[in-house]
C-alpha cells in the first residue's frame, strides 16, 4: 500500500514539474501574433496550397517524450528534396547562405533564407507608446539554388527556396522553420530550461499558422500532418504588384553640377525621364537613352545651358518622381 502511495505522489510531482513546460503567456511573444480568430493570423505554411506535410520536430503533447522537442520553437516539416518553399510571410530578405550542396554531413553548414518583417507592438518596458522590432523567420537545409536575394521585397506565396538536407547530420530532405525576435533583453522570449542566457539578444518565438485550428495558438505539433492554404504567387503577379507599391528612385552625381550630371532610375517599370529649366520648358529627352544604357544610368551634358536649377522628371504609368538639378557654373 505505502509503495502505491508513493508511486502516486511521485506521478503527481513529475505532472506539476511538466506542466510548467507548457506554453506561458510571456513565451508567446507580441500578442498580436497570436489572434483569437485563425484567419487572422500572419503566417500560412510554407508549401503550395492544397499539398499537406507531416511535422517531424515541434511541439508535443507528451511532456516526458516530445514537448517542444526543438527547443528554439523551431519545427521540422517533412518535405522531399526539391520541393518548392513559399514565404510564410512576407518581408524582405536580409541574408541567405547559398553555397553548400552537401546534405547529411557532420559539421556542414546548411544553406538557408532569412525574411524580415518590421513590426509595431507596444513598448511593454514604458507602457506609453509603441516601438519597432525585428520580427525574423528563418528556412533552413535548403538547396544551393536559392532565387533570392538579400534586400529582395518578397511577399507571403512567393518562391523563396527548395528543400533539401543541407547541412544536417541525418534524418533526410525537411524544412527546419523557425521565428525569432531582436528584442529587450527579458522580454518576449524564451525562459527556463530552454534558454541558460538570460541576455540572448535573438529570442526565438512558438509561430502561429492560419491552418493550424486543432491546436492551441495555432501551433504545429508533432506528428501531425497539415494542409497548406498559401496561395502560390507568379513571378508576373509579384512584379505587378512591386511596381504599384515601389516608388521610383532618381540617383544623381554629382549635385549640384558644374558641367554634366549622371543620372540614374530605380525602377521595375519601363520608364521616361526628361530634364524641364525652371519655366518648365522641356529641355532634354533621355528616355531613349536611359533605356539604351540597360539600367546603367545616363549622363545630362549641361554645356550651353544657363546655370541655374531645373528639374528632372521620371515617369512609369503608375508613378511620377522629380528632383531638382542645380547647375552651377
Known sequence: MSNLIYLVMLLCSVSTLFADMSLPERNKG?????????????????????????????????????????PDYSVDFNMPEGEPIYAARGGTIIGTYN???????????????????????????????????SVVDQYYHVQKNIPVKSGQKVVQGELIAY??????????????????????????RHVGWYDPNPNYKFSSIPTPFVEITNREF???????????????????SVNNL??????????????PFYSNVMLTVQTLSPVELAIFNSAGKLVANLTKR????????????????????????????????????????
Open 30 to 70: 507580441p500578442a498580436y501574433l497570436y489572434p483569437t480568430n485563425a484567419a487572422d493570423r500572419a503566417y500560412k505554411l510554407p508549401w503550395a496550397a492544397g499539398k499537406s506535410f507531416r511535422v517531424t520536430g515541434g511541439y508535443g503533447n507528451d511532456p516526458l517524450t516530445n514537448a517542444y522537442r526543438h
Open 290 to 329: 536611359l533605356k539604351n544604357s540597360n539600367g546603367r544610368g545616363v549622363t545630362w551634358d549641361a554645356t550651353g545651358q544657363p546655370a541655374g536649377v531645373y528639374i528632372c522628371v521620371a515617369k512609369t504609368d503608375m508613378h511620377t518622381k522629380s528632383i531638382r538639378l542645380v547647375f552651377a557654373r
Open 163 to 188: 528543400a533539401s538536407c543541407t547541412g544536417q547530420d541525418g534524418g533526410g530532405p525537411h524544412l527546419h522553420f523557425r521565428t525569432y525576435i531582436d528584442s529587450i533583453p527579458g522580454i518576449w
Open 99 to 133: 553555397t553548400n550542396d552537401l546534405c547529411n554531413v557532420s559539421g556542414s553548414v546548411g544553406n538557408w533564407v532569412k525574411i524580415l518583417n518590421r513590426d509595431s507592438v507596444p513598448d511593454s518596458a514604458t507602457a506609453t507608446g509603441w516601438r519597432k522590432i
Open 218 to 236: 495555432g501551433l504545429p505539433h508533432i506528428n501531425d500532418t497539415y494542409i497548406s492554404q498559401n496561395q502560390i504567387v507568379s513571378v508576373e
Open 242 to 255: 512591386r511596381k504599384q507599391t515601389e516608388p521610383i528612385e532618381i540617383l544623381t552625381n554629382p549635385n
